[in-house]
Each structure stands twice: as C-alpha cells, then as structure tokens.
C-alpha cells in the first residue's frame, strides 16, 4: 500500500449498478486453508531473500513473483496476459488472469498489487493480498467454478510508487471493454500483525470524509460484512481515500470494495477492545520496513480475509442478475407530481423534473451535472443571479412517483442517487428524505442538515422494500429548509427498484 500524498481522486462517476445482496442459488464459498496461502508467501519471501532482499518495481524480485504467480494460473486452466508498461525508466508489468466462462459483458474483477517497496521483502504489504487471491483463483479452478459472471484476477505492478499499474490498466481499457467491468475487488494488506478488521465504505455510512464509491459499491460492501457478520466479527468503514488500486476503477465509475487490516495508522484502545491486539501500537509495526517478513503476519486475520475473500467471489460471481422493475431517469416525463399532498410550505426550490442550473456558495451547491443524461429530479432548477435565488426556502417541498405495480415474490431492492447541500446556517431542522408509499408509509433514507457547510456531491442509497411485495406502491421524495434563512439544494436521480 502506497503512502497517501493529499492529492484527491479525480470526481466519482456514479454509474447507476445494483450488485445483488444475496444470490438466488449461489455455490457455496470453500474454507481456503490458510496454510496454501502461507506457502505463498513463503515463495515470495524465498524469492526477495535471492533477490536483493525485496520484490520493488524494476527490479529482479518483482519478476521472479509475476512469474510464479503466472505459472500457477497457467497450470490451473487460466489464460493470462501480462502487460508492460514504464515507469521510473524501469518495466513495470501488470498480470491479468481470466477464469473461462461467465457473461463476457459482466466482469467481477478481483485484484492486489504484487510489488514492494525496495526496503524489505513486502510479505504483508503486499504479499498478503496478492497470495490471498492467488489461493482463491486456484480453488475456482479446484472447483471447476462455472459462475454466472466473468472472473479476472489481477496482479498489479508499482502501486507503491502511485498505482501506476492499476492506473495504466485502466487508462488503456476501451470505453467499451470498461463497461464490461461491473465490480472490482481490492484486498491491500490482510494479515497484519496487529489486525483490525477494515470494509471499505461503499456508500460512505460512516460518514468519514472520502464520500461513498460508484453505485453498486454499497452492495460490494454489504457482501463482505456479510461474510464477517456470519462469524461473529465486527468491522469497520475504511475511506476509499486513494491509497491503493480501487482508485482508477472509481475513478471512471467502477463499482469498488475490498478489505483492510491497517498499515501505520495507531491502533486505539477502542480498536484494541473490539478486535485485540495492543493498542498506541500500529497495525503494522513493520510497515514499509526490512522486518516486513513471514515473521509479520498474523495468521487469524489472513485466514479471515481469504476466505472474505473466496465468500465475496463465490456470492458475486455465482448470483443471478437482478431484474429491473422500474426506473426513472428522469429524461422523459413520466408522471411525477409535485406537492401531492397539498400540504408543501416552501416559498421557492420546489421539486421539479428539469436540467439543472448550477450554483456555488463556498462550494458546489445546486449540481449543474446529473448522474445520467441531462434532466434529474432538482429543488428549483434555475440558478439566478446568487445561490439564494432559487434555492428551497420557507418549509418542506415534496415530489411523488406515479404508481408502480410490485411484483408478489423475490428481494426487491430501491436504489437511487441523491445530493443535499447547504450552507454553515443550516441545522438538522432541514432535510432530505425518501419514503415508499403503499398500504402504509415507510421511510427508506434520510439525510438531515448541519451547521456545517456541505458540498453538493452525488452519493448513492438503497434499501430493501420487499416488505411492500405485491403491492401498488408510489416513491416520495421530500425536502426541508426549516432552518431560518438556510441555504439548501437538493437532488435525487436514477431511481430503480429490482427483483433479485
């Protein structure tokens, strides 16, 4: 894993995905033993002891490690590819493994980097990725694996010196070939010695500061714990803050997730009373450093991971693609009806189905862009002459679908896209909500205000509303600028329900 240098990601394209919770008749994920993955890492060990003490880019210890992995892909039934490209003056070379088989235009995409840095051998960071997906790339072809979408495993090069790899990968992808790619998988560092237990946050629950990934990577994430919460362990969100090869991915739109057991970040006492291990000490003592040997692994967390790991590409890639109800773009008029209940108060910002006018007040409020094509459900399309002209002022303002006719059986699943901005003279007063309507009236997602200033960013929400089966339902949407004299803008696009 790369050190963070401050320099943001380029802006998150939400690309509107929805990767199925649960599949409909998945095989069941193997218990990979740590042991196979543990012999990996002794070959990677052996290999940097003949190779000038590390495996870094450009040098002879990066290449003996590709060519072992490849080996073992190549005997195991996979075709693989590898591709040069420079950096530093030196070839850097990525490896890419495709199982046959599998929607060719649905790709789960798994990956982590295989150099290290030049001061040690890199057995955690990241030896510990790399051989975790090693092994579980092998038991798809033990198993004769025949999954639904297309599996590719990746072994990236010079993400220590910035993702170059990853990022040249991705660079060189056509348009066409990267649409195919509907998930990508990241494991970076997964069997420190003084593990916690990290789930990158898809949809940016925890609220920490990076915002959420792509649409679909809250579903990723779901997948994960799901595998942690079945034995009994608890996680936490990690930011996708860019330091390591999920960035290119989200980056152009890619649904993204992955696990995490810290680099040198200080564990704390909390952190230290819900996973063990000692706390004011890093997560990884030996990161980056010459002691990063088959000595700095702590087997449980890597067992752990592998097999989140092998549960995440086995429930992915074995499940049946959802199926869409309905949905609305917001690029043809539809139905909609503003102030359905007649009881709106706002004085100006009213919802309404519009291509937006962007406006700024110590940041982006009003977005000018929409998730998809030109329109987007908006509060207040016009910008004015300041940010205030339009914006929602004076009480609630609500919009509401026409009727939708649920189907009586299966998972359905709400997910749309959505903004709220505001200005430091906000307060929790104001808000943005969705509610399904039906028998009876359910809220589905909320985000309140804050006296705080808050940028307009695309984020992405789901729920489960199977409770509503076989029901006429109809999606409200309501905003609130209950805050006096607050600035709030508001917008919701790509809504969509489906049926796993």
Not at 78 to 89: C, D, E, G, I, R
Not at 175 to 185: D, F, H, N, Q, S
Not at 384 to 400: R, V
Not at 428 to 437: E, G, H, I, Q, T
Request: hydrophobic share 35%; net charge negative.
């Amino acid at each position: 894993m790369r050190l963070l240098r401050g320099i943001p990601l380029a802006a998150i394209l939400a690309i509107p995905l929805v990767l199925p919770l649960a599949p409909a008749a998945a095989n069941a994920a193997p218990d990979i033993p740590v042991a196979n993955v543990k012999a990996h890492l002794t070959q990677f060990q052996n290999i940097a002891s003949a190779n000038g003490g590390n495996r870094a880019h450009g040098r002879p210890g990066y290449l003996a490690s590709l060519n072992y992995v490849k080996g073992l892909l190549d005997a195991a039934g996979y075709t693989t590819t590898v591709q040069s490209f420079t950096y530093n003056a030196a070839t850097g070379y990525n490896l890419i493994a495709d199982w046959p088989g599998g929607d060719p235009n649905d790709v789960l995409m798994t990956g982590a980097h295989l150099d290290g840095v030049t001061a040690g051998p890199g057995i955690n960071d990241n030896g510990s990725g790399s051989a975790a997906i090693l092994e579980t790339a092998l038991e798809v072809s033990r198993q004769g694996l025949q999954p639904t979408k297309h599996l590719r495993f990746a072994w990236w090069g010079a993400e220590e010196l910035g993702l170059r790899g990853s990022q040249y990968y991705v660079n060189n992808l056509p348009a066409a070939e990267r649409t195919k790619i509907k998930g990508y998988l990241n494991f970076d560092m997964v069997g420190s010695p003084n593990a916690g237990y990290f789930v990158y946050d898809g949809d940016n629950s925890d609220g920490t500061g990076a915002g959420p990934g792509p649409a679909g990577s809250a579903q990723i994430e779901q997948v994960i714990q799901s595998y942690f919460t079945g034995i009994g362990v608890a996680t936490r969100g990690t930011d996708f803050d860019g330091r390591s090869d999920y960035g290119p991915f989200i980056a152009v739109g890619i649904p993204a997730g992955g696990t995490f057991t810290g680099a040198e970040g200080i564990k704390s006492a909390a952190q230290a009373s819900l996973w063990g291990g000692t706390a004011g000490q890093a997560f990884d003592p030996c990161y980056h450093r010459a002691c990063d040997t088959t000595a700095n692994i702590n087997d449980t967390a890597l067992d752990r991971n592998t097999d989140a790991i092998a549960h995440s590409v086995w429930t992915i890639a074995t499940s049946t693609p959802p199926v869409t109800v309905w949905q609305d773009t917001f690029e043809t008029a539809t139905g909609w009806t503003a102030n359905p209940g007649g009881s709106d108060t706002a004085t100006s910002g009213q919802w309404e189905r519009g291509d937006p006018e962007a406006t700024t007040s110590s940041g982006a409020k009003q977005l000018g862009t929409t998730v998809s094509g030109v329109n987007d459900l908006v509060t207040g399309r016009l910008a004015g002459t300041s940010a205030g002209a339009y914006d929602l002022d004076g009480g609630t303002s609500s919009i509401q679908s026409p009727p939708v006719t649920l189907p009586a059986s299966g998972t359905l699943n709400l997910s749309f896209s959505w903004y709220l901005a505001h200005g430091t003279n906000s307060s929790s007063a104001d808000y943005l909500r969705v509610k399904v309507v039906g028998s009876t009236t359910s809220q589905v997602f909320q985000q309140l205000g804050a006296a705080s200033n808050r940028n307009g960013t695309w984020g992405t929400a789901s729920a489960n509303i199977s409770g509503f089966a076989g029901q006429t339902v109809r999606i409200l949407v309501e905003a609130a600028d209950a805050s006096t004299a607050s600035l709030v803008e508001a917008g919701v696009d790509d809504v969509k329900i489906t049926r796993q």
